[in-house]
């Protein structure tokens, strides 16, 4: 974490500049899924804990709590010993800033004056957990078709997951029509929001 990120998020400033709906995930000591999605109607936060684990294959979305705080500190956003999702910055090539050749302000102001508007990084890895997620209860075959494909490819450290990803959404799609609608219906409710997302928001509740 960068000491200027770092530093709005310990202050929570961050959240001076948060929009919603946003969403967070967090993975609990049993190692149980949980996200949460907060909505914002003049500082009236409508709050829903969706219960990853609990869901069924019969069931187009995982059962969730819903309840209304007034107070981003409420302790009901916060999980005994669970983890929040790690967060991904983008990266800035090392090349840009070395001792020898500062970076100079243009590539500086390039970088950072939409540092906080650039989370496509950070949106995949949130992406992937919950796709992981969704296979398990929906496909868990296709978490298997995607270690053959690793073991296929000799790549055990590193795995090319965005190739796999896309494989498993592609096999979806074409040929579960039914959990291809589900997984429209997880992305729009528990994923695809605009704005900072919850894990840089709430990383101190869990940290």
Request: hydrophobic residues 40%; aromatic residues 18%.
């Amino acid at each position: 974490m960068t000491i200027g990120i770092e530093y709005l998020i310990r202050t929570k400033i961050i959240r001076e500049i948060a929009t919603f709906p946003c969403s967070f995930f967090v993975t609990d000591s049993y190692f149980r899924r949980i996200v949460f999605t907060i909505e914002n109607n003049q500082n009236v936060f409508r709050v829903k804990q969706w219960n990853v684990n609990s869901c069924t294959p019969e069931q187009g979305l995982p059962p969730m709590d819903e309840f209304i705080i007034s107070d981003l500190e409420d302790p009901r956003l916060k999980v005994a010993e669970a983890r929040i999702l790690s967060f991904v910055q983008q990266s800035i090539p090392a090349k840009h800033n070395t001792t020898r050749r500062p970076m100079d302000y243009d590539l500086y102001k390039y970088y950072f004056d939409n540092y906080l508007n650039n989370f496509d990084d950070h949106r995949w890895h949130k992406k992937k957990w919950l796709w992981d997620s969704f296979l398990s209860i929906y496909h868990p075959e296709l978490i298997e078709l995607g270690l053959v494909i690793k073991r296929n490819v000799g790549m055990f450290n590193f795995s090319p997951a965005s190739d796999i990803l896309r494989d498993q959404e592609q096999i979806v799609s074409e040929k579960y029509i039914k959990s291809w609608r589900y997984w429209n219906l997880w992305k729009k409710y528990m994923l695809d929001f605009d704005g900072i997302p919850g894990e840089f928001l709430f990383y101190t509740n869990y940290n």
